[in-house]
């Protein structure tokens, strides 16, 4: 059977992958291994099926994975996604030197840091590729097809992790607001988002007595203050107890995680360089194919518009509850299948 370069080049970035990933938990700093070592071990029996952790102890129980050695998950977990990437497609021309393909380069790579070891990623990877398969599956009516991955999120959000239940809303929020005639539909979604995850944030906090920043990453970066690794930990400028102080609270995490200028000031610290670099770029690039896709589809329920609007919504709630930057990155390996179908949705097949 014969390749193209396209596909050699992803088999040969596969291949570098599962290497790296198998040897992963030899070269790894400490930091890096504490959940995966809680998942592994659960040492004190909170494996379940409603949760990120407990649900993830239970998964590595069932399989048995916690009965292998870390390199051996690393090379099992490692083949499965770029099994099941391959499977959802090699883009055309993805050995060119692209800007867009440099960057999947290198976040496929960096699977072997992040997901190769066992994880709630891991989970959280399987569960994007599961919704990249509902986007592309044709249905008679196109209104059910899109409920269905919203409910499919709402659920996840249930059952893994709650936060993901928050993003239908400002999907379809950013479906409304996409309906209003602008030549910057992509800002004016944001912006508007923007708007409503701060609404539901401060009506959170007048039922629950805190707000969403402040009860979960404010409340947990406290904690991690003095920590020898909190160099990157995502505090809000202002206390965050307040309306105003949520608000910008919210905005600054936005940023920070997002279009985080403010990383550069770590000039000692090149993986953290890196990162920002990464980020910086695959933001340009997903809001420049988003503006195209708005421009594009007239149909209201296409997938293809969808897909831009769950992943943008993402990023908003990611700006709420992100603590700090490595968090950040390890979240949207995550849901790379997403983001890779983003980047690629024109040059990529089966996606309608």
């Known amino acids: 059977m014969k390749y193209s370069k396209s596909k050699l080049l992803f088999v040969f970035i596969g291949l570098i992958t599962l290497g790296l990933g198998v040897s992963s938990s030899y070269f790894l700093p400490e930091k890096y291994l504490y959940d995966a070592i809680l998942i592994y071990n ?56 692209y ?5 999947s380069w290198a976040s496929l790579i960096v699977i072997s840091v992040y997901i190769s070891i066992p994880s709630k990623e891991f989970i ?46 400002l999907a379809i929020t950013s479906f409304v607001i996409s309906k209003i005639k602008s030549k910057y539909k992509p800002v004016n979604i944001i912006t508007a988002s923007l708007l409503i995850a701060i ?28 920590e020898p690794d909190s160099q990157t930990l995502i505090f809000s400028p202002i206390k965050t107890n307040s309306a105003f102080g949520e608000s910008i609270g919210i905005l ?10 403010e990383g550069l000031k770590f000039i000692n610290k090149p993986h953290v360089i890196l990162f920002v670099i990464w980020q910086l770029l695959l933001f340009l690039i997903l809001f420049i194919n988003y503006n195209r896709c708005l421009n594009q589809c007239r149909d209201n ?17 990611q700006g709420i509850f992100e603590p700090d930057l490595g968090s950040s990155i390890r979240h949207k390996l995550g849901i790379l299948p997403l983001i890779y179908e983003a980047m690629f949705y024109n040059r990529l097949k089966y996606i309608r």
């Open 42 to 97: 659960d040492p004190f029996t909170e494996k379940g099926l409603i949760g990120s952790y407990p649900v993830s102890m239970w998964f590595y129980s069932f399989f048995k994975l916690n009965k292998l050695s870390f390199s051996t998950i690393g090379f099992i977990q490692v083949l499965i996604i770029f099994i099941l990437f391959y499977i959802q497609g090699v883009p055309k021309k993805f050995e060119k030197l």
């Open 99 to 103: 800007l867009s393909n440099t960057l």
């Open 124 to 169: 959280n990877i399987l569960f994007a590729f599961l919704i990249v398969f509902f986007l592309r599956k044709k249905l008679n009516n196109n209104f059910t097809h899109i409920a269905l991955v919203l409910l499919l999120i709402i659920l996840f959000g249930l059952w893994f992790r709650p936060y993901y239940g928050l993003i239908p809303f």
């Open 199 to 226: 609404f539901m944030s401060l009506s959170y906090g007048v039922v629950q007595g805190e707000y969403m920043s402040q009860g979960s990453r404010e409340a947990l970066n406290q904690k991690r203050i003095n």
């Open 252 to 261: 600054y995490g936005y940023f920070s995680v997002n279009i985080p200028f």
């Open 301 to 317: 329920y296409n997938s293809k518009i969808w897909l831009f609007h769950i992943i943008f919504s993402y990023f908003i709630i």
